[in-house]
């Protein structure tokens, strides 16, 4: 079954860290980019990080520049968001994709509030 399955997300204060976790089964992961994605209430879904089959390149938006980490681990079928010094515009419901399969996972909420 192809899938992936995100974990990790929760409620946490302003500054503190979160890693986010996604699982993936039933295709070929190390041939897919990766990348998560976050939706907010109200707004469209937007990229936040991306990582190639092989680590060679990552991007990450601008909001997130210097904060959050995208890396990966083929031999787990794993991809991770470390996020760092998390803000309240950071609250969403964060998806991770893979690329070319197209498979979305079903997200993990993020809400970051004092």
């Known amino acids: 079954q192809v899938q992936l399955v995100e974990s990790g997300g929760g409620l946490v204060q302003p500054g503190r860290s979160l890693r986010l976790s996604c699982a993936a089964s039933?295709?070929?992961?190390?041939?897919?980019?990766m990348a998560w994605y976050r939706q907010a209430p109200g707004k469209e879904r937007e990229l936040v990080a991306t990582i190639t089959g092989g680590s060679e390149f990552r991007n990450y938006a601008d909001a997130v520049k210097g904060r959050f980490t995208i890396d990966r681990d083929n031999t787990k079928r794993v991809v991770w968001l470390q996020m760092n010094s998390l803000k309240p515009e950071d609250t969403a419901v964060y998806y991770c994709?893979?690329?070319?399969?197209?498979?979305w996972g079903r997200g993990t909420q993020v809400t970051v509030t004092s």
């Open positions: 039933g295709f070929t992961f190390s041939a897919n980019a």
């Open positions: 994709h893979a690329d070319p399969r197209r498979v």
